[in-house]
Each structure stands twice: as structure tokens, then as C-alpha cells.
């Protein structure tokens, strides 16, 4: 059989045909992208829809600006996009019942409120956290507002009190005490309105001619805001817990002890009788609890004068940590801390080091570690030693590790030698600084820690009055000369006091009064850290402050209140008190308070000073002596303690705490 022949196509009919199917195929191409573009796209990785960010952010405003102060508002933000902010004068009594004092919490309703005035605020760009500073343009109106910010349907609201008013308030036996003055001239401001926020209502009343106010109602009040022209100043008042019917202190001989080691514990109790506590009466039952059980357990009887004394022995065994001896009785309770460390394995550590090396100057240290009393040789010795970078003068109790520029400069574990001792040297820094350092050691179970000063005979110490200022805020300082050797004050020295920040520098030169102290204020530190160096004769102490925009909470204020000085005297059933601030215009509030009293009045101002007699109303107990000032269109407050009799310069050093008992 003959295969058929296929017949020839001619060329042009070909080329045709392959045109046609590219065509067909392009036609195709097309259709299948066209379904697939009306399909979402799905990745194995969703992509990050950043603008979410732009829902994030939040709105921080101090509680009360001045008609003369810029106002300024925190606005912390999270991406670049622009936020819209609205300005309204609103009714004060809206802004108080939307922030809580009456009802929950709750927005205040601005939907037919009318914008003093509106602007856009565009933070940096990019998608990072930006804290920003934005002013408001209040054009030195006074009143309440309400500042809102909205990013398409996320929105924040602040409100803020413009007042050239003030309100002071001091709360003591019968009640509380609210004083209206005027910032611009100090003078206080009489038939001022007065509404009380207590017990979900509103209670208003009016200051007298000095200005003051003494509220005795039997609920205390959450708020209070003040109506003088346009000025409206307002106080947040805490609520007070009642008085205690009882009240017990206890008191250990220690706050370390081992198992099976006694402990001494005394205290007194009182009970209450009107406005008198007088000795409590019957036994108290003292327990030694820890990990939510009785450890140890004893009973006293109160004395005459409602005090009492007994002893807890630790059991042995019993675990190491935290306890709390607890004593109650006549219904009232009170606790001591207690840190039980493991039971000795007969290991002492003694440290031995130079009494007052200088500051320039290597120190040598030297560990003799004994057990049972006999040298213990190739002992380990676990040696941590921190500096100070401070001159800390007799009695400190406060924590070193804490105080500015506390390092670790030696960590180490060593070994002892034949005759149970270890050596080792402090190299001296080289920041021209004196050192305090804080030597710890630790063998087995046994510890022992040791200080050592290196400075020269005469320190000097700058206290700032506060570590951290918002920008445009001065730095305040107190600087104290003593000597090293028994904390007496170096008089009438002068102090070279130097602020600086990289390259930019400024000084000031003070003298040390008879206290040996000195006060002083940098008003235009710079935007950042800031470190301030103080010399004087060869002695040196340095610190820092930190000045930051974002900080808007830390007002700026007129004055220190260190800055005031007080003299008491007690003049029979009296008190004259003498306070004076230097710039100090218009009138002074000066209190005196004690556990049943308290007193005000409100005195002229003459040359910085004012002078008042309080009465006491017979009660020999210490009083608590307030001194109110105005300066530079700021409220000054300070409390002072007063002696039981006598006169009293009274200094107050806000850097120390007593350690309980203290005298």
C-alpha cells in the first residue's frame, strides 16, 4: 500500500495559522490575569499595614498654667502622620464630673462646642515613638479648656486651668484649711467662691478677708475649685483615712539575727479618747511570721505607760530570708522587719584598711578570715567594692549605691594564704573626685562590709533640688561644707560652682553662711545632662541634673522652698513665728500644727519677711510650722518642726532620712 502524499501548504496560508494562535494565546494570557487580579493577593508572609501606628498616641498636660507662662501640652506620637488639635473653653464643673469626681470617667462632650482655636501639629517622620512639645495658643486667656486631638476617628483629650489664683490647703484636727491668693501681687483673695466637691455633690462657700477658709464638715472633700473673675484654681484633695482608735510601734535590738539566736523586741500601745491617746492596757502577742506562717511566738504584758519589752527565740533549724515580727493589741497592730541569714559555720571576716587615705592615693586592703578562731587558709573570699564618687560625712544613712555616680570598681573572688589573709589595692581615680568606697565581702556564711573615705580634711556636698527639670526650668542647689572628720561646718568659705555640658560651661561663686551651706539656681541650664562641679580649698564634689523637654509634670517654680528661713519661738500657750524669703511680695500664710491643733494666718510681707504669734491653746506637743510665700508668680511652701521649747534656727536637709528611733 502507497503511504498518501501530504499535500504542501503554501507558505503565506502557514504563517497565517501562526498568527492566529499567537493571538489566541495572547487573548488568553490576558483573561487569566484579569481573574487572577480579582483574586486578593495572599503572600506567605503578610506585609506590616504600618498606618496603624498612626492610631497611637497620647496627650499629658500639668495640672494649672499661668496666664504669662507658655502654655505647653506632651504629645507622644508613633508615626509621622499629622494630628489635628482643637482648642475649647469649656464650663469647669463639665471638665470636673468628665475626670471622675463625681461619675466614671468619661469624655467631655464637644459636640456643639465651638473651637477657640484650631491647628495641625506634624511630628517628625517615620514609624518610631517621638515625644513632643507643642504649644497651645491660649493668647494669655484665663479660664478651663479642654485641648483635643483627633487622627481621622482616634481622639485624646487633656484640659487645662489657666489662673492667676492659687489655692493652698493644709489638712489637720478639725478639719481642713484652704488659703486663695493672687499671684501677681501675693495679697490673698477675700470673698473668693469656693466649690467643694464631697460625697458626689457640690458644697460651695466663700473665704473670709484674709483669704482663708476652714472646712469641718464630717466628710472630707475630693476637690475643690476656686472662682475669681476668670480665674478659676482648683486643688485634687485626697481623701484622709479616720483616725485610729489604736495604734502600736514595735521596735527590734537588731535586724539581723540567726537561727537559734534571741531577739529583743519592745514597743508601746496606745488607744484613743476623744482627741487624746493615752496608754493602751492588757497583754500583746508578738509573732515572728514568714512565708504566710508562725515562726516563733511570745507574750507581753503592757506596763503603766503602755509599753512593753519581750524576746523571740529562732528556732533551729529554720530557713533564711525575709521575716516580719508583728505585735497587736487593744485592736490595733505593728511590724519591724527581721532578715534571718544562714547559721554560722564559724567563719568571721575582719577588714582592715587605712583610716583616711587621700584621695590621690592607692588604697591597700587586707582580709583576715578565721574559722573557730584559728586562720583559715585557701578560704574563698568573695570581694565587691563599690565607689562613691562623695566625701559622705558621719551618721549618712542613706543607700550609697544610690547617690550619683555609684560604680562597681572591684569584683573579685580571692583566696587566702596560709595565715587566712588576702590582700588587695584600690587604685585611685582619676577624676580628681574624693571616694567613699563601700567594701563587701562574703566567706561560706559568714559577711562583713566596711567603709572607707578618701578625701581631704574638708568635703563639700551639692544637693540639687531636684535630679530631673523640664526644659526652661532653672536648676536649684544647695551646696554644704563640712569636715570629714565630725561633720562640723565650714564656715565662710567661698565655693566655686561650675554647670556644664560638653565644651558650653557656666559658674557662679557662693559663700557658705554659718551653717556652712549656700543656695543657688542655674536659670538657663542646658537641654540634656548637665554636670556640676563644686571646689572650694581643695575639696571637690561633683552631681548631675538632667534637664528634659518632655518632662511637663516638674513646673517650673519661683522658688526653693529651702530657700525660706523659720525661727520659732514658744511664748507660753504661743508660738511666734518669723519666716522670710528673699523676693517674697504681697502676704504670708503661717501655720502651726500639732495632734489637736492647727492655726493660720495670713500677714503682710515687708522686705522678704513676715511675722506671726499662733496659738497653741496649751499643748506642750512638737509643732509642724508652715510658712506659704509668692514669689515671682509662684506659691513657696515649707513645713518646719519646732522644739517643745526655746528658739530654734530650723534646718531642714531634704537629702537625709532618719532611720526609726533616731533622735
Known amino acids: 500500500m502507497k503511504a498518501k502524499r501530504r499535500a504542501k501548504v503554501p507558505f503565506h496560508r502557514r504563517r497565517s495559522a501562526l498568527e492566529s494562535m499567537k493571538s489566541r494565546f495572547f487573548a488568553a494570557l490576558v483573561t487569566a490575569l484579569l481573574l487572577i487580579s480579582t483574586v486578593p493577593a495572599q503572600a506567605a508572609r503578610p506585609l506590616l499595614d504600618q498606618h496603624q501606628w498612626d492610631r497611637y ?16 501640652v506632651r504629645l507622644d506620637t508613633y508615626s509621622g502622620a499629622p494630628v489635628d488639635l482643637a482648642l475649647y473653653a469649656v464650663d469647669p464643673a463639665d471638665a470636673l464630673i468628665a475626670n471622675g469626681a463625681t461619675v466614671k470617667e468619661r469624655a467631655v462632650d464637644l459636640s456643639r462646642a465651638r473651637a477657640i482655636v484650631r491647628w495641625r501639629f506634624t511630628p517628625p517622620e517615620g514609624y518610631r515613638y517621638t515625644s513632643n512639645q507643642v504649644s497651645v495658643p491660649t493668647s494669655g486667656r484665663e479660664g478651663f479648656f479642654v485641648l483635643e486631638a483627633r487622627r481621622g476617628d ?46 458626689g455633690r457640690f458644697d460651695t462657700h466663700y473665704t473670709d478677708l484674709n483669704g482663708t477658709y476652714r472646712w469641718t464638715g464630717r466628710s472630707h472633700p475630693i476637690f475643690v475649685l476656686g472662682a475669681w473673675g476668670k480665674s478659676q484654681p482648683f486643688l485634687s484633695l485626697l481623701p484622709q483615712a479616720p483616725d485610729p482608735h489604736a495604734m502600736l510601734a514595735v521596735r527590734l535590738e537588731r535586724d539581723t539575727a540567726r537561727p537559734g539566736e534571741m531577739v529583743r523586741v ?76 544562714p547559721e554560722s559555720d564559724g567563719v568571721t571576716i575582719a577588714i582592715d584598711a587605712p583610716d583616711a587615705p587621700a584621695p590621690t592615693a592607692p588604697v591597700p586592703i587586707s582580709l583576715n578570715v578565721q574559722r573557730y578562731g584559728r586562720e583559715a587558709a585557701n578560704a574563698a573570699v568573695n570581694v565587691d567594692v563599690v565607689r562613691v564618687p562623695h566625701a559622705m560625712a558621719p551618721g549618712f ?76 526650668s532653672p536648676i536649684r542647689l544647695q551646696i554644704r561644707g563640712y569636715l570629714v572628720s565630725d561633720g562640723a561646718p565650714t ?73 525660706i528661713s523659720v525661727n520659732a519661738v514658744r511664748e507660753g500657750e504661743a508660738m511666734r513665728v518669723d519666716a522670710s524669703l528673699k523676693g517674697a511680695v504681697g502676704s504670708a500664710l503661717l501655720t502651726v500644727q500639732t495632734g489637736r491643733v492647727l492655726d493660720a494666718q495670713s500677714v503682710g510681707v515687708h522686705g522678704g519677711r513676715a511675722e506671726a504669734k499662733l496659738s497653741l491653746k496649751g499643748v506642750t506637743d512638737n509643732a509642724e510650722i508652715g510658712a506659704c510665700f509668692v514669689k515671682n508668680g509662684a506659691l513657696v511652701w515649707r513645713d518646719v518642726a519646732s522644739p517643745t521649747a526655746g528658739r530654734l534656727q530650723v534646718h531642714i536637709d531634704p537629702t537625709r532620712a532618719l532611720a526609726p528611733g533616731a533622735p
Not at 590582700?423 to 562574703?442: H, K, N
Request: proline share 6%; no cysteine.
Open 266 to 341: 519592745a514597743g508601746f500601745a496606745r488607744t484613743r479618747k476623744g482627741e487624746d491617746l493615752l496608754p493602751a492596757s492588757g497583754e500583746v502577742q508578738v509573732r515572728l511570721v514568714g512565708s504566710a506562717h508562725v515562726t516563733a511566738a511570745a507574750r507581753a504584758a503592757l506596763d503603766a505607760n503602755g509599753a512593753f519589752a519581750a524576746e523571740l527565740t529562732l528556732p533551729r533549724p529554720m530557713p533564711s530570708g525575709e521575716y516580719s515580727v508583728l505585735a497587736s493589741a487593744a485592736g490595733a497592730s505593728g511590724s519591724a522587719p527581721l532578715r534571718v541569714v
Open 491 to 563: 564656715a565662710g568659705r567661698d565655693v566655686h560652682v561650675t554647670l556644664s555640658h560638653g565644651v558650653s560651661t557656666q559658674q557662679q561663686t557662693v559663700r557658705l553662711d554659718r551653717n556652712g551651706e549656700a543656695t543657688l539656681a542655674f536659670t538657663s541650664p542646658y537641654l540634656g545632662g548637665n554636670l556640676i562641679v563644686a571646689k572650694s580649698e581643695g575639696a571637690t564634689d561633683a552631681a548631675g541634673v538632667i534637664s528634659a523637654p518632655q518632662d511637663l509634670a516638674l513646673s517650673p517654680t519661683a522658688a526653693s522652698s529651702s530657700e
Open 397 to 472: 544613712l542613706g543607700n550609697l549605691d544610690d547617690l550619683w555616680g555609684a560604680a562597681t570598681v572591684y569584683k573579685r573572688t580571692l583566696r587566702t594564704d596560709g595565715r587566712g589573709q588576702a590582700r588587695f589595692t584600690l587604685e585611685p581615680p582619676t577624676d580628681g573626685l574624693p571616694s567613699t568606697y563601700v567594701i563587701r565581702t562574703r566567706s561560706g556564711n559568714a559577711s562583713a562590709e566596711s567603709l572607707v573615705v578618701a578625701s581631704g580634711r574638708a568635703a563639700l556636698e551639692i544637693v540639687p533640688e531636684r535630679t530631673r527639670v523640664a526644659a526652661g
Open 57 to 72: 498616641f497620647a496627650l499629658f498636660a500639668r495640672d494649672d498654667y499661668q496666664p504669662w507662662q507658655p502654655v505647653q
Open 154 to 199: 482616634a481622639a485624646q483629650q487633656v484640659w487645662l486651668n489657666v489662673s492667676s489664683a492659687v489655692l493652698a490647703a493644709k489638712s489637720g484636727p478639725g478639719g481642713l484649711f484652704v488659703y486663695a491668693a493672687d499671684l501677681r501681687s501675693g495679697q490673698p483673695l477675700p470673698h473668693l467662691r469656693l466649690t467643694f466637691v464631697a460625697d
